[in-house]
């Protein structure tokens, strides 16, 4: 194919904006896909049931389409989808870094939102051509001027070139198919005898072939008889397969450069092919990778047990089988006390960790604990050796350290004026520092906050969703580590600690924290036999202290003829709870203890 | 062979807000159907086990004073059917709403010698919070009659940890019967069954959510009131007066033995709870037979309408396995004060209840929950407010 003729670009919004739909359509009227196979699969490109669900894209795609424009030619138009979540932000930088454009969809009821931004501003730094497209103009509440005008004023663009579309009816989607032809350039420096480079964008695991590594290649040609090699992991592997996705996959003789399209590696895991990764020829290797390569690292760690001991092999496998699609899941199997085997894991942030714990309860049938996520810590000991810890638990004796530095977002949130006070405390309380403070319009404004990611994993996007009625969106990205004065509070229960139940805190929070916490480990564990002191320690120092008082009275008060056996099923369904529970020393401990510290914010 | 009888009467003028047993307001009209019904049931037993030795029967509902005199034509059936041993226990539960002057010596003429009167409270607003029929002066005058009617042995119940009941309320019900010195007390702590219209007035916060410390705080002063007052608590709800003072409150019988305290124990719940056999008649009635037990249809009308046909009118039957037997007559032995002692084990199962249950016994006598002292176990006095606690243990995985 003549590269004039390629366009290769992105649909780019905020969550719920309508980007599926709009590229279901884009599909359609392309006659990539016949308009009756929408009616069984709403959304072609979210393959997931969960992605369906949850309403977002969790993995990218990418689809070539065949579109004859004004000029009477027919272009190839590969559509590459991103996810829709920050957690995802590496991926959706590499997904863009294999475009020339981007489609950016606003809804015309709801306006420029905080992940528009932050997707906008990640395809200016891929130096792509936006093409901006407001969305729903149907709806009864659309107010497509103020939108128009909004967008326009964001790019810097006359009022005239946002093309107001209705993906669900239809309305004006080939005037974006239009825009694509004439404003996103070709690709460039297509230079097809140099050695091969391909960008790895995405890829999936297939039992058949494979990992399939989704790849816009830059310079050069791939077939199926190419030895490969893959620049940063160094995995050299024969292809089973080059093709490209209509959206089934379809085998092609060879991609050239410019193209998008798949290649099936033969890998065995997604870690030997990572996304941003660069794909050459193994006989005739490019002398540089393509820009922009980094090895994604969690962020966000928690500990999944099984709700069973005997389940722990289930646990694995399944882990397992999930990370041959998900090279971001990290896990190590891991003892505790008190939750006995289990494995701790990390994730990219709470989104990713809610996928991954969906997902194994839900496709693969596992009954979990999971505790409270925490991130991770540098820590600097006194001897200048620095280590990175992934659980509170894990924090050395403070005597042997010099310093702890924990990870800082920046976050960008933009709310109805009328919410900016509620969503002001909710980051005060945050330990958030507020940068900035923009007015989008009379009504709405974008706050731009550091926190740390500590005090996001609990609850933050619920409370800031709950105190604004939904109105107000946020995105983050990392920004740095930084050192403060963080302590560990353990957790003792009848004097023992349970490092499952350890927190690390800001010294000034210990108190405030520690207490509230042992208060509500109180409301979830159930008297025992005797008396059970809960308390909280920093540096050997108890800093707080509440007692589980004894159960003094459980007994059936009337047990005759009548009811013996109903009295014994109750008994034996009590003793099948206390069994569910977790044994600590001699105490018995509901599941739900462990999750005491995502309650922390309630109060 | 020995049995205890059980006859259930399921009808009520009212249902109680706490009660969850099988029993109906509004069925009187199927009274004599019901009665010919318990007759039928009867001659079908006697037909199956031959002609059994009858120790106890205990006549128990619902209401069964609201059979009337009728309840003298049950009890003819009975000794009809079966051989009604010479000093047989006949219990008769009665409401104090439902009596007089006439029905009690009727039954007392029937041969009933065990009056059981649901009292529940001296205080007027828990006898409206439990949706009670009576009044407590009606419970006064039920206990003169039923003396005056020559009742010489005579049970009354009582409840406690109700919502809004304080100690000094519970002191004073206990007082006030204590006055009418009856032979014989049950004290229930209330259980908020789910159906029932306390448990959804609770629910719904109309009443309070009663304090489970202080039903304990409650069931302590009792024990120690009783105690004082002559009563010898053989059981985790029942105090029976002695034929001597207890030293302490949950004394072991003197003669190790709960028929050692005096007559006025129950003598028919004692075979409940030494788990031996016993056969149930009436609506729901529960049975336990040489390893089985079965109950009956529940509704009035399904067990009168199978008996008209000569229809057994069993709903479910369960087999018990004997390590199930074993742990049942662990969780029902150790409801007594005298509790389950080897030699009754080892005649019984042929095995040591010391190896059956070495590792659990050390447990709970660690826990400080249950005495054994080699060749009796017994919940501590500890033990007997947290009998759930030891009971779960003894059952099978």
Not at chain 1, 308 to 337: F, H, V
Not at chain 1, 494 to 510: C, E, G, Q, T
Not at chain 2, 275 to 302: I, K, Y
Request: with cysteine.
């Amino acid at each position: 194919m003549d590269s004039r003729y390629i366009r290769n670009f992105s649909i780019i919004a905020h969550i719920d904006h309508g980007k599926s739909t709009l590229a279901d359509r884009l599909l359609e009227v392309t006659g990539t896909v016949e308009s009756r196979k929408f009616s069984s699969q709403s959304q072609l490109l979210d393959s997931m049931a969960l992605e369906q669900e949850k309403g977002v894209t969790i993995k990218a795609s990418a689809v070539q389409m065949h579109w004859k424009a004004a000029d009477g030619m027919t272009y190839e138009l590969n559509l590459i989808d991103t996810p829709g979540h920050v957690d995802f932000a590496y991926e959706v930088s590499r997904a863009l870094a294999a475009c020339e454009g981007a489609v950016l969809v606003v809804d015309a009821t709801q306006g420029v939102e905080a992940q528009t931004l932050a997707n906008l501003y990640l395809a200016l730094e891929n130096d792509l051509e936006i093409v901006p497209v407001i969305n729903k103009i149907d709806l009864a509440t659309a107010d497509v001027p103020r939108v128009t005008h909004e967008v326009a004023e964001l790019l810097g663009m006359p009022q005239e070139d946002v093309i107001a579309v209705s993906a669900k009816e239809g309305t004006n989607v080939e005037a974006i198919l239009q825009a694509v032809v004439d404003h996103v350039p070709p690709p460039s420096g297509a230079d097809e005898a140099a050695p091969l480079r391909a960008l790895i964008f995405d890829s999936h695991y297939d039992s058949y072939k494979g990992v399939i590594a989704y790849v816009r290649l830059q310079e050069g040609r791939v077939t199926r008889d190419t030895p490969l090699l893959m620049m940063a992991t160094d995995a050299k592997t024969e292809p089973v397969e080059v093709g490209v996705f209509t959206p089934d996959m379809q085998p092609v003789e060879q991609l050239c450069a410019g193209e998008v399209g798949y290649i099936a590696t033969g890998l065995k895991t997604v870690r030997e092919a990572h996304v941003g990764d660069t794909v050459t020829e193994a006989r005739r290797p490019a002398s540089e990778p393509l820009p922009g390569y980094r090895a994604v690292k969690p962020m966000v760690f928690a500990s999944l047990y099984p709700s069973e001991a005997d389940d722990y092999a289930n646990l694995r496998d399944a882990l397992e089988k999930l990370q041959l699609n998900d090279a971001s899941l990290t896990y190590i199997p891991e003892t505790s006390q008190a939750l006995q085997f289990g494995f701790r894991c990390g994730f990219l942030g709470l989104f990713h960790m809610d996928i991954v714990q969906e997902r194994l309860e839900r496709e693969y049938n596992q009954d979990l604990v999971v505790t409270a996520p925490s991130v991770a810590y540098q820590v600097v000991l006194t001897n200048g050796e620095e280590i990175e810890i992934h659980r509170p638990a894990d924090l050395p004796d403070p005597s042997t350290i010099q310093e702890v530095r924990e990870p800082w977002m920046k976050v960008q949130v933009i709310t109805p004026t009328e919410y900016l006070g509620a969503v002001m405390e909710i980051f005060r309380r945050k330990r958030a520092n507020l940068l900035m403070t923009e007015t989008l319009d009379n009504l709405r404004v974008l706050l731009t906050f550091e926190t740390p990611l500590a005090e996001m994993v609990i609850d933050l996007h619920d409370r800031l969703k709950s105190a604004t009625r939904g109105y107000a969106s946020m995105d983050y990205a990392f920004d740095s580590y930084r050192p403060d004065d963080l302590v560990k509070v353990d957790v003792l229960v009848n004097k023992d600690s349970v490092d499952a139940l350890a927190i690390i805190v800001h010294r000034d929070m210990a108190y405030d924290k520690g207490s509230l916490l042992i208060r509500k480990m109180k409301e979830a564990i159930p008297r025992q036999l005797f008396e059970v002191p809960i308390q909280a320690v920093v540096g050997g120092k108890v800093i707080a202290r509440v007692n589980v008082q004894a159960l003094r009275k459980d007994v059936l008060a009337k047990c005759y003829g009548g009811d013996i056996t109903r009295k014994r099923k109750l008994l034996e369904k009590q003793k099948a709870g206390k069994k569910r529970m977790k044994q600590l020393g001699n105490v018995i401990i509901p599941q739900e203890a462990f999750l005491a510290m995502l309650r922390l914010d309630e109060d | 062979m020995d049995v205890a009888l059980y006859i259930h009467v399921p009808f009520c003028l009212r249902r109680c807000t706490y009660c969850d047993f099988n029993t109906y307001a509004g069925l009187l009209d199927l009274r004599l159907a019901y009665i010919a019904a318990l007759e039928r049931e009867l001659s079908l037993l006697a037909a199956r086990h031959g002609r059994l030795r009858i120790t106890t029967v205990y006549c128990g509902g619902g209401t069964p004073s609201l059979l009337g005199e009728a309840v003298a034509d049950v009890l003819r059936t009975v000794q009809a059917q079966f051989t009604l041993a010479d000093a047989a226990e006949i219990t008769l539960e009665a409401n104090p709403g439902t009596v007089d002057a006439t029905l009690l010596g009727a039954w007392r003429a029937a041969g009933v010698n065990r009056l059981s009167l649901g009292v529940q409270s001296a205080c007027a607003n828990e006898l409206a919070l439990l949706g009670r029929i009576h009044t407590w002066k009606e419970v006064v005058e039920a206990v003169t009659l039923a003396r005056r009617a020559g009742f010489d042995n005579l049970s009354l119940d009582l409840m406690f940890g109700l919502p809004g009941q304080t100690l000094a309320h519970w002191e004073h019900t206990l007082a006030q019967v204590l006055a009418l010195a009856p032979e014989h007390l049950s004290l229930y702590a209330l259980t908020l069954e789910e159906g029932t219209t306390l448990a959804a007035q609770v629910a719904a916060g109309v009443a309070p959510l009663p304090d489970p410390d202080l039903a304990a705080d409650m069931y302590e002063a009792a024990s120690d009131i009783l105690c004082a007052a002559g009563f010898w608590q053989y059981e985790i709800s029942n105090w029976a007066r002695g034929l001597s003072m207890p030293l302490t409150i949950w004394s072991l019988p003197p003669g190790g033995q709960t028929e050692s305290i005096g007559p006025w124990a129950s003598r028919h719940n004692l075979a409940y709870w030494r788990n031996q056999s016993w056969l149930g008649v009436g609506a729901g009635a529960h049975s336990s037979w040489g390893g089985r037990r079965w109950h009956n249809l529940l509704h009035p009308d399904a067990y009168i309408h199978l008996l008209e046909r000569g229809e057994w009118p069993v709903a479910e039957e369960e087999h018990i396995p004997p390590a199930l037997v074993q742990g049942e007559t662990m969780m029902l032995g150790l409801r007594l004060a005298e509790g389950v002692t080897a030699a009754d084990f080892r005649e019984r199962f042929g095995a040591e209840l010391a190896e059956v249950y070495a590792p659990i016994i050390a447990r709970l006598m660690e826990a400080g929950l249950l005495e054994w002292d080699g060749g009796r176990a017994r919940l501590s006095v500890r033990g007997r407010l947290l009998g759930n606690q030891v009971f779960a243990t003894f059952l099978p995985e």
